[in-house]
């Protein structure tokens, strides 16, 4: 099995920037896609973006397309959400996950973090 870590959540003004960090222990790193994914509260689960195992393809998420970006270390076992231009609506509780394949859908992810709490003050 796969643990996921997040951390770097916090509170942040608007328009400011955050880095959240994933890392994994256990099995395999390498060969899955690697997700970050945000939920409000008494919303759904909603997919941020995705990294496939090789750095070469690369998802968004329309609330995230221009100011997130994603990045892994393979080495590390690490995957990285730089967020930028932070808006109060990005609130949520930001989670990690891993996938044998690299999609939005948020039903084919699995092995899930705990979370971290990203708070965007007004």
């Known amino acids: 099995q796969v643990q996921l870590v997040e951390s770097g959540g916090g509170l942040v003004q608007a328009g400011g920037s955050l880095s959240l960090s994933c890392t994994a222990s256990?099995?395999?790193?390498?060969?899955?896609?690697m997700g970050w994914f945000r939920q409000a509260p008494g919303k759904e689960r909603e997919f941020v973006a995705a990294i496939w195992w090789s750095d070469d393809y690369i998802l968004y998420g329309d609330s995230a397309q221009g100011r997130f970006t994603i990045s892994r270390d393979n080495a590390l076992k690490t995957v990285r959400l730089q967020m930028n231009s932070l808006r109060p609506e990005d609130t949520a509780v930001y989670y990690c996950?891993?996938?044998?394949?690299?999609?939005?859908?948020?039903?084919?992810?699995?092995?899930w973090g705990q979370g971290t709490q990203v708070t965007v003050s007004s």
């Open positions: 996950a891993r996938s044998p394949e690299i999609t939005m859908d948020v039903t084919r992810w699995g092995s």
């Open positions: 256990g099995q395999s790193f390498n060969s899955y896609a």
